[in-house]
């Protein structure tokens, strides 16, 4: 079982940033790659980013040149440096497995984007 917790969300003016946290334990062993996802009332999870073990990543295109993945194994904690935040950046961000795993799922954290 893999437990994540994420960190870091909250209210910030369009154009501001924000660093989110994803905080794994558990059978960290067993993760290859991290995502980072995001939900919108009425809308399905979608993933934005994900960061394999060996660090190579990919990005949804709304947030590419945006948003910065990146991991610190020895703190199993995987990271979304999020910049020139925009008004349809609003959401609830999850972090899980890539693939996901339906029980991993965590409460998320809420990210509002808005002057």
């Known amino acids: 079982q893999v437990q994540l917790v994420e960190s870091g969300g909250g209210l910030v003016q369009p154009g501001g940033s924000l660093r989110l946290s994803c905080a794994a334990s558990?059978?960290?062993?067993?993760?290859?790659?991290i995502g980072w996802y995001r939900q919108t009332p009425g809308k399905q999870r979608v993933l934005v980013a994900r960061?394999?073990?060996?660090?190579?990543?990919n990005y949804a295109d709304s947030v590419k040149g945006r948003f910065t993945i990146s991991r610190d194994n020895a703190k199993n904690t995987v990271y979304l440096q999020m910049m020139s935040l925009r008004p349809e950046d609003t959401a609830v961000y999850y972090c899980?497995?890539?693939?996901?795993?339906?029980?991993?799922w965590g409460q998320g954290t809420q990210v509002t984007v808005s002057s």
């Open positions: 558990g059978s960290t062993g067993r993760i290859n790659a």
């Open positions: 960061i394999s073990t060996g660090g190579s990543t």
């Open positions: 899980n497995t890539y693939p996901f795993l339906a029980a991993s």
